[in-house]
């Protein structure tokens, strides 16, 4: 099963607004919508282990962490992003990580 962290952006929103309405409009089942999420879920983690090769460093101040059920999450204030040309500061963010090599996919 993949993590479902992905369906809370802009690009899984999207999908599971499209799937609500098809299955309100009964042009597809509720189960087809679950199972067209799970690969979302599939496809979104292993594009991104696979094709994402940019980095960014980034530095700000740690507010709070917690490790739990194998997920870091951490809250850092006044945070500078740095790509090669690019500098943006922001007053907050919190980064969620998993490991994403004990992923394990169901292929039913």
Do not use: H
Request: aromatic share 10%.
């Amino acid at each position: 099963m993949a993590y479902q962290l992905y369906r809370n952006t802009t690009l899984g929103n999207s999908l599971q607004e499209s799937l609500d309405e098809l299955i309100q409009s009964q042009q597809i089942t509720p189960q087809l919508a679950l199972q067209v999420l799970l690969q979302f879920d599939k496809a979104i983690n292993s594009a991104l282990a696979q094709r994402v090769r940019n980095r960014v460093n980034f530095r700000g101040s740690l507010n709070t962490y917690r490790f739990c059920d194998n997920v870091w999450t951490f809250v850092l204030n006044d945070v500078e992003f740095r790509e090669v040309t690019e500098l943006i500061k922001v007053d907050k963010v919190k980064i969620v990580a998993c490991d994403g090599k004990k992923i394990l996919y169901n292929t039913t």
